[in-house]
C-alpha cells in the first residue's frame, strides 16, 4: 500500500512539475499515464483478492479488447453519475452473472431495465426528442409499446433465408392494418398468399379448429370446421349461440336467426323444429300453423296456407269470403280455373261460382255409388257404375246413366238325360233388368230363361249327353230406387 501511494505521489509531483506524462513499462508516453503496449489481464489493479489474473478489480488488455475485472461472479460493474458532493446516482451495472440493469440494481435478465412506465425504454432512432416520434420499445401499465415514429411507419418481422436476404413474415402498418404474407394490407387483417389461416387447437397435423381459405380456387372461398385428427372429417360449426345475433347471407341487417337475400339451394333435407328430416322438407309433428303464404292476424285460423290438425292435413283460408282454387296452366300467362271450393263449403268443377255444395259445368261419370244428401243438378250426363241414393232431386239435362250389377246362382248338376233349372235372385233394393245362363258343355239345351219376378232370373235346361254336366243362372241387377 506505501509503495501505491509512493507512485501516485510521484506521478502526481511529475505531472505539476514537469507537467508531462508517466509512462510505465515505455519511455515515450503520449498521456498522462501510459503503460506498455503488452497484452495482459493485470494493467490497473484498484483491488486485489488475491495474486493472479483474475481475482481482482481493475483493467487489463486482451487482443483488442480493454478489459474491465471483477473478483468473481458475485460481483458487479457499477457505472455512476455525481448529483451534489455527497451523492450519486447509479447509472448502470453489469453483475457477474452478465446481466445488464439499467436504472435497475437487481437485474434478472441479460438486459433488464427498472420498473418504472414509460414510452421509451429503448430508442433505436428517432426522429427527435420526444416520446412518440422514435422507433423503438418502451412500457405502459400492464402493456409492452411497440414503437414507430409516424403513421407510415411499419413493424416488420422478418426470417432469413440467407446471408444476404429475408424474407417478410408479417408487418403492423402505422394505421394498424396488420399484413400476412403482404406488404401492403388494405384490412385490418389481411392474410396474402394462399389467403389460408386456422384457428384450433394447435395440435400440429392432427389439430382441429376452424379452416379460412381465402383462395378455394378462382371462384370461391371456404369457411370450414375441420378435424385433421380424424382424416380431415368436418365439424359442426356453431353460429351465435349465446350472443343472440343473426346471421345474413347477401344483406347487412339480418332480421331472422338465418336472412338469405336471394336464392339459396339445398342439396339434401331441411328440417323446420325437427333434427333428423327424412323428406326434402320435414315439419315437426305438432298440430298447428305449418306453411302461411299469407297471413291477415297472428293466429292459427286467419291465414292463408297449409296446417295439420290431429289426423287431417288442413287448407286453410282467412275467412268464409275466401276460396280454394286449383289451377292448371294454359300458357305462360293464363291459367284454367279446374275446381273452387268457396269458403261457404261449395265445391265447383268447371265453376268459378258454385251455387250448392257440388256444382259441375259437364258431365259426371262414376263407377262406384254416388249418394247425395241434397239435390243433384246437372248439365251435362250423369254416368254412375254403382247405384244413386238421393234425398232430394235429381235434374239431368243429359242422359242418366247408371251401372249395374251381374249376380250368379249356384251351379246345378244335370245327370244323363235329364232335365233341371236355376235361379238366381237379386239383393234386396235392386231389380233385374235382364239375365241369362251359363253351361259346361254344348250338350245342355236351354228350354226357358226369363224374369220370372221383378228381382230374379229363372233358368230351364235339359242333358242330352251321357255324361253329367251342369248349368248356372244369371241376373243383372240395378238399384233404381232411394
Request: aromatic residues 10%; hydrophobic residues 35%; glycine residues 14%.
Amino acid at each position: 500500500m506505501k509503495k501505491l501511494f509512493n507512485l501516485f505521489y510521484l506521478l502526481m509531483i511529475g505531472q505539476i512539475v514537469f507537467s508531462q506524462g508517466v509512462g510505465i513499462g515505455t519511455t515515450t508516453p503520449h498521456a498522462p499515464l501510459q503503460f506498455a503496449n503488452l497484452t495482459g489481464n493485470r494493467k490497473i489493479v484498484l483491488w486485489e483478492i488475491s495474486n493472479d489474473d483474475h481475482r481482482f478489480y481493475g483493467f487489463g488488455i486482451n487482443g483488442g479488447t480493454l478489459r474491465y475485472q471483477i473478483s468473481d461472479t458475485l460481483n458487479q460493474h457499477i457505472f455512476y453519475a455525481g448529483v451534489n458532493s455527497t451523492t450519486s446516482n447509479e447509472l448502470m451495472r453489469i453483475t457477474g452473472r452478465g446481466f445488464v440493469g439499467i436504472g435497475n440494481s437487481i437485474p434478472h435478465a441479460p438486459l433488464h431495465f427498472d420498473n418504472g412506465f414509460a414510452n421509451r425504454k429503448i430508442v433505436l432512432s428517432e426522429n427527435i426528442d420526444g416520446d412518440h416520434s422514435f422507433y423503438g420499445f418502451g412500457t405502459e401499465l400492464f402493456a409492452m409499446r411497440y414503437q414507430v415514429a409516424a403513421p407510415v411507419a411499419n413493424h416488420i418481422f422478418y426470417a432469413a433465408t440467407s446471408s444476404t436476404s429475408s424474407r417478410e413474415l408479417m408487418r403492423i402498418t402505422g394505421s394498424g392494418r396488420v399484413g400476412i404474407g403482404t406488404a401492403e394490407p388494405f384490412e385490418n387483417l389481411e392474410v396474402g398468399g394462399d389467403g389460408r389461416a386456422f384457428f384450433g387447437d394447435g395440435a400440429s397435423e392432427n389439430r382441429r379448429g376452424l379452416l379460412i381459405d381465402g383462395i378455394e380456387n378462382y371462384n370461391a372461398s371456404r369457411i370450414e370446421a375441420f378435424n385433421y385428427a380424424n382424416g380431415g372429417s368436418g365439424r359442426n360449426l356453431i353460429i351465435n349461440t349465446s350472443g343472440g345475433g343473426n346471421v345474413g347471407i347477401g344483406i347487412i341487417t339480418p332480421a331472422q336467426k338465418l336472412h338469405v337475400n336471394g336464392s339459396a339451394v339445398v342439396s339434401d333435407n331441411i328440417g323446420i323444429g325437427i333434427s333428423n328430416p327424412h323428406a326434402p322438407l320435414q315439419f315437426s309433428n305438432d298440430p298447428s300453423r305449418k306453411i302461411v303464404l299469407w297471413e291477415y292476424a297472428e293466429n292459427d285460423h286467419q291465414y292463408a296456407g297449409f296446417g295439420i290438425d290431429q289426423f287431417a292435413l288442413r287448407y286453410s283460408v282467412p275467412s268464409t269470403t275466401g276460396d280454394h282454387v286449383f289451377y292448371a296452366g294454359t300458357s305462360d300467362t293464363t291459367s284454367t280455373d279446374l275446381m273452387h271450393i268457396k269458403g261457404n263449403g261449395n265445391v265447383g268443377i268447371g265453376k268459378s261460382n258454385p251455387t250448392e255444395k257440388l256444382d259441375v259445368a259437364g258431365n259426371v261419370n262414376s263407377s262406384g255409388n254416388v249418394n247425395v244428401g241434397g239435390n243433384v243438378n246437372s248439365s251435362g250426363n250423369v254416368n254412375v257404375g254403382g247405384n244413386v241414393n238421393v234425398s232430394g232431386n235429381v235434374a239431368v239435362t243429359g242422359s242418366l246413366n247408371i251401372g249395374y250389377v251381374r249376380r250368379f246362382s249356384e251351379s246345378v248338376s244335370l245327370s244323363a238325360f235329364s232335365s233341371g233349372s236355376a235361379t238366381c235372385n237379386c239383393l234386396s233394393g235392386e231389380v233385374a233388368i235382364g239375365g241369362g245362363f251359363l253351361a259346361t258343355s254344348s250338350s245342355v239345351t236351354i228350354h226357358r230363361s226369363y224374369a220370372n219376378t221383378d228381382s230374379t232370373w229363372h233358368v230351364e235346361a235339359y242333358n242330352s249327353d251321357l255324361s253329367s254336366h251342369s248349368v248356372q243362372a244369371f241376373t243383372i241387377c240395378a238399384r233404381l230406387a232411394n
